[in-house]
């Protein structure tokens, strides 16, 4: 077990190395620079300015500097907010990102299993279309839509949440569904059909012919099986996750670690690009890898590689 | 010494509803099963040996299934009009079942032990889980599963195919039931493994005074392990007696058919394998009269017209067949099958002796 998490490691490592190079080439192509939007400077400013930061320097010199940075996850200072370092930007806009985004996911899985279970309960019975046609609602709208429905029937016109910032808890409601309904359709839709799946397998039969009870059989043996394709999709949906809260705190004004990275583009802010693009890779080359073991535990079919007992 | 009878199956009829029709799977079965006997039910794919089975058990699904008639006398009560909650106290704990695939019957997540324990606990409110992991150690031993102890903690996957059946058996021995019914037990595992496992079955009846139904299609089995033989074709029993009955006298065209086509190792004779011709009839819209008929050579002509009732042959041997009919002429069974049933008298002496 331990050799296959130094394994892991050691790929995450690589996996991080290429994303730095790969998002440092891309830094470079893009067209722009961190001081354009700024009103005309002359042009000693601006060679001034891009000596400080060291952007007058050969490319390799800076993909080198980048590399240092990174290795001493030390970013130095934002380009665009005079003063502030790009890791004070992370610690401070991460944990909202982090509550957003745990409060995403549980929705989605919760309500992804909720509804698939009683999809397959109630096979095509009037509950399965029910909870089917809402599933695939949920995949085929997309969030930033839904965000949109949701803030202006259920908090402009309905004015039962806010309708943007962060302030505490019910703020973070409309958000986090807006993230979490595509991927609850997923999740439900993988949930019935596994589910589906294993009640017509032999050993459902079994639990029955032992004289369990229908619940006790959905329980302690139908669920266990078909959520293990579910705990697949955990990587994933920690991306899309991810992802999805780049939008979202855009259109919901959240000061999360997503709108920070996606203003830092715009912005082309580059300290903050690469520290933010690095803090992502990391969280979810490790998601993957926690996954990964949590799938070991829970079906005890399979080994990771290179693991012994 | 009567034996006393644990079941009794009457008339029973079980249909599905599918969108092409109404498939009787089941058409008016009936037969007994007395404490401490096996009765074999034998019969090709699809004549509904799996269907009768699982509606003794109440599993099967419904809908698409549908018990259309019939009573399943189990210790004098009918059990056809149970209730769910009713019969989970039946299942398990006095009428139990083992699979056909042992690679699929257990729950490949769950730890063999408390796949035993599960039973017990759930038939047995006083017994603790102490107890319980106790008594499935035991049965762990009894089926013949070496260091049980050590077994209980495992999940099936460790386990070989034979393995896994001793552990459903152990399973459906769990609650101590009175009826065991074994579904295929053996076909998915090679021949000496199956020897092992029926040897297991016996060995255990004997202990216990279990009465088994025994399902296969397989005849050489079934004059191994059965006290009496139910011939099934197309949903309907078609023969029925003692093993010796339906080995040494078979009456039914279709028990020829079967045993004709049993491969026949012994006697060693140079003669082809003879197969049933044709195929089993629709369920959907049964034929009119014989189900056979059509693939019959004695077909009579009044087969295809009217259905035939059974027969007494003697006190445990019964026949549907209309060649039974005082006026029917008599027809020989075939050389073939004579010269098996000769050979089979002839082993049977010699072991005899
Ligand atoms: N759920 C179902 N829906 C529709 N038809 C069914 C269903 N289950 C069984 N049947 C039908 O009932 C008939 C009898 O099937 P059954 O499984 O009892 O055969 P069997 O004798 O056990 O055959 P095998 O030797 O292949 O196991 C078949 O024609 C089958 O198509
Ligand atoms: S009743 Fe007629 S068709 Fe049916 S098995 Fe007997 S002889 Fe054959
Ligand atoms: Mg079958």
Redesign the pocket.
Known sequence: MLKYIFKRLVYILIALYIIVTATFFLIQLAPGSPFASERDFPPQIEAQLNAKYGLDNPWYVQYKDYLIDTVTFDFGESMKYKGRSTNDIIAESFPISLTLGIEAMLISVGLGILLGVIAALYHNRFPDYLSSTIAVLGISVPSFILAGLMQYFLAFKLDLFPVSGWKGFSYSILPATAIAITHAGFIAKLTRSSMLEQSSSDYVKMARAKGLGKWTTVFKHTLRNALLPVVTYLGPLTAGVVTGSFIIEQIFAIPGLGKHFVTSITNRDYTVIMGTTVFYSIILLFAVLIVDILYSVIDPRIKLKGAKK | MMKKKLLEVNDLQ?N???YAGI?Q??RGVSFDLYEGETLA?V????????????AIMKL??QP??IYAGGEILFDGRDIVPLTEKEMSKVRGNEIAMIF?DPMTALNPTMRVGKQITEVILKHNKKVTSAEAKERAIKLLDLVGIPMPEKRFRQYPHEFSGGMRQRVVIAIALAADPKLLIA??PT?ALDVTIQAQILELMKDIQKKRNTSIIF?T?DLGVVANVADRVAV?YA?QIVEYGTVNDIFYNPRHPYTWGLLGSMPDLKNNEKEELRTIPGS?PD?IHPPKGDAFAARNEFALAIDYEKEPPMFKISDTHYAKTWLLHPDAPQIPIPDAIQKRIQGYLEEAENSGK
Request: net charge negative; hydrophobic share 30%.
């Open positions: 079980i599905f509803k599918t498939v799977a089941v039910i019969g090709e794919s699809g004549s509904g040996k799996s269907v009768t089975s699982n099967i699904p698409p299934g056909q579904d295929e076909t399902i299609h099934m949903g089993p369920l």
